[in-house]
Structure formats: C-alpha cells, structure tokens
C-alpha cells in the first residue's frame, strides 16, 4: 500500500513538472512572438491582484490595461531576464503575468530608462533609439 501511495504521488509529482515545462515553453514562444529571447527565469510570485486606482491608470496611459480587468483575483507573475541588453549592458527583464494558467499580459524592464517599464510589443522601436543593443 505504502508503494502504491508512493507511485501515485510521484505520478502526480511528474504531471506537474511536464505541465510547468509546458508553461514555461509558452512563455518562451509569447515573448519569442514578440522578438525577445530568454536568458533565464528569475522569480515567480502569486499575488491578488490588488493596485490602486491611480497606478492603474497610469498603466492605462502606458498601454497596460490588462491588469485592470483582473483586479481581486489571484495572479501570478513571472520575471524574466531577457538575453538582450541595454545600451549600457545591462540583461532586460520581462515580466509575464497569467489568470488561471493563461498568460493575460506582460511589460519589459528597461533598467537604464525611466519610467523603466516598457510594452513588449516595442523592440523594434528600443532599438531605433537606440536604448538597447541590436
């Protein structure tokens, strides 16, 4: 009995591990969509979303209104560093965030730039004014 028990959990051990593989791998392809390359995860964290009102409308002028939709449910955020650099070097981050195993957004971290946050749809544009290396 006691083998049973043992085999089961390992079993159940061993699906989660594959399905976090699997996720990870979306997270590859998601930020891969949008030009940028993995160096290596860095943090995962799950929080309820709780951001004041002022902050989420500052979010809302920078083009980061998927959060807002997502307010007092439970999300987990996942921080990246990116194989791409800033003009001074430093490795980009990015910042997944998902709602029931579903990625639902993301931004970059741009460290040598204020305000530091960045859409991760604009590589193409970091790069033309040149605030990070091709």
């Known amino acids: ?19 976090r593989e699997i996720l ?3 997270h590859k392809v998601y ?4 030009g940028w390359e993995i160096k290596k995860s860095i ?12 902050m989420l409308s500052n979010d809302g002028e920078s083009g980061f209104t998927f959060l807002s939709e997502y307010l007092g449910e439970e999300v987990t955020q996942y921080v990246y560093e990116l194989k791409e650099e800033d003009v001074e ?3 980009l981050k990015a910042v997944i965030f998902e709602a029931e195993e579903k990625i ?3 931004y970059g971290i741009l460290p040598s730039w204020t305000p530091g946050r960045f859409n991760l749809d604009d590589k193409e544009r970091l790069i033309n004014e ?3 290396k091709q």
């Open 1 to 19: 009995m006691k083998m049973k028990m043992f085999l089961i959990l390992l079993g159940i051990l061993f699906v989660s591990a594959c399905s």
């Open 24 to 26: 990870n791998e979306e």
């Open 31 to 34: 930020l891969s969509n949008k």
């Open 43 to 54: 943090e995962v964290e799950s929080n309820i979303l709780d951001i004041p009102n002022e």
């Open 89 to 91: 070097g430093k490795h």
């Open 104 to 106: 639902i957004g993301g």
């Open 130 to 132: 040149q605030m990070i």
